[in-house]
């Protein structure tokens, strides 16, 4: 039942983890000040570079540590990896 | 539709076992002015919100769930490894026997979580000042968890969510004169 708990995750995973929320975090509150100032332009156009570069890390960490999303926004190996790898609480 | 991302929105760790800061975080878990409210009262709010509003909305709204799991991941890394006798130490006695470790929607008096803690007036001035008095009492009940703890990991995760607080009264403030501003303009011909 609490098998995952006991995956011992390399330094390299918290790396490419850490890498992930930095550029989420620059994406998600980019998203949140364009919906009170649509027209600032060069946020636009951050947003947009910060977008293309998170698609390269994503694919990057997912090679590596499996799949990040459900319902088929993610490739998965044989056998079905979506429960194998852990869940956020047990890193 | 939402989509589940199989990780935390910033890093939570925990120094050591302690059911009593477990305890106390639960008020932002189930609180009133916890993270279950915050995000079931922005997206039940959307329908009947302007539209230039609705994506700050769902925006935020969503983020709030991001929040709720980091809190709960809080709580079962510092419960996780508590003998019942250290639970009950800590004042979670009667939590252990109704969940054992379970994380459940209450605030840190036992509290359940209860709808009359939001609203949804449909008038939308009066649903964004409840947002931005929703995001400041959340804030300071994030100083409040962060005075209680001397445990550094801890405060590290607890002053990210601090600091979203910050940003999200200031979007909803910002929101307001938006709104504002508009009903200002439709009244101008």
């Not at chain 1, 995973?13 to 509150?29: A, G, M, N, S, T």
């Amino acid at each position: 039942m609490k098998e995952n708990e006991n995956l011992k995750m390399d330094d390299n995973y918290y790396k490419c983890l850490r890498r992930l929320q930095e550029i989420d975090f620059v994406l998600l509150d980019l998203s949140i000040y364009l919906d009170t100032h649509p027209f600032d332009q060069q946020a636009v156009a951050q947003l947009n570079q910060y977008s293309q570069e998170r698609q390269i890390l994503y694919k990057e960490y997912e090679k590596c540590y499996g799949p990040l999303y459900e319902f088929g926004r993610s490739f998965s190996k044989y056998p079905w990896e979506w429960p194998k790898t852990p869940w956020p609480w047990q890193v | 539709m939402w989509i589940y991302e199989k990780k935390l929105q910033y890093p939570v760790r925990v120094s050591k076992c302690d059911p009593r800061m477990a305890k106390y975080l639960l008020e932002a878990y189930g609180g009133a002015d916890g993270e279950l409210a915050a995000a079931l009262r922005y997206l039940n709010q959307r329908y009947s919100i302007p539209d230039k509003v609705i994506g700050l909305l769902t925006d935020i709204g969503t983020e709030e769930f991001a929040h709720l799991e980091m809190i709960a991941t809080m709580f079962y890394k510092l419960t996780k490894d508590c003998t019942p006798q250290q639970l009950e130490a800590a004042g979670l006695g009667s939590h252990y026997v109704a969940h054992d470790r379970a994380i459940f929607y209450k605030d840190a008096s036992g509290n359940p979580f209860t709808a009359t803690y939001i609203q949804a007036k449909g008038d939308p001035i009066a649903d964004l000042y409840e947002d931005i008095a929703a995001e400041e009492k959340a804030r300071a009940t994030y100083q409040w968890l962060i005075d209680l703890t001397d445990d550094v990991d801890l405060q590290d995760s607890l002053k990210f969510l601090r600091e979203r607080e910050v940003i999200h009264s200031q979007r909803f403030r910002e929101a307001v004169e938006i709104l504002k501003f508009e009903s200002d303009r439709k009244q101008v011909f």
